[in-house]
C-alpha cells in the first residue's frame, strides 16, 4: 500500500527554520517525482517546490527562492524539505505528493498524497 508520511512542522518564528520530512512506504522513491504543497486556509493548494526522477529538476515557486531547499534521500525512501528564513505568509498546512515521471505545478496530476502538516510561523 502506497503511504506518505510528513513530520516536521510545528509552530516557529519569523525567521525560523524547520525541516519537513515525507517517508514513503510501499513503492521506491527513486521512480517518482516528488512535491511539496501547501495550502493556507481559504486559499487553494500550491505548489512549493518538486523534483523529478528522471532528470532530477528541481522547481521552486517565486516566493520561496532561496529560503526553501528539496532534496531527497533515496536509501532512506524519504523526501525533505529545508525551510529557512521563514516569514508568516509561510504559514500553511504542508502536503507531499509523488507521481510519475517529471513534476507538475498542477495539483491534480499528482497520484498520491500524505495527509499534511501544519507549519505555523508566528511571533
Known amino acids: 500500500q502506497v503511504q506518505l508520511v510528513e513530520s516536521g512542522g510545528g509552530l516557529v518564528q519569523p525567521g525560523g527554520s524547520l525541516r519537513l520530512s515525507c517517508a514513503a512506504s510501499?513503492?521506491?522513491?527513486?521512480?517518482?517525482?516528488i512535491g511539496w504543497f501547501r495550502q493556507a486556509p481559504g486559499k487553494e493548494r500550491e505548489a512549493v517546490s518538486c523534483?523529478?526522477?528522471?532528470?532530477?529538476?528541481?522547481y521552486y515557486e517565486d516566493l520561496v527562492k532561496g529560503r526553501f531547499t528539496i532534496s531527497r534521500d533515496n536509501a532512506k525512501n524519504t523526501v525533505y524539505l529545508q525551510m529557512n528564513s521563514l516569514k508568516p505568509e509561510d504559514t500553511a498546512v504542508y502536503y507531499c505528493a509523488t507521481r510519475r515521471g517529471s513534476w507538475t505545478i498542477f495539483t491534480d496530476k499528482w497520484e498520491h498524497w500524505g495527509q499534511g502538516t501544519q507549519v505555523t510561523v508566528s511571533s
Open positions: 523534483i523529478s526522477s528522471l532528470d532530477a529538476s528541481i
Open positions: 510501499g513503492f521506491t522513491l527513486d521512480n517518482y517525482a
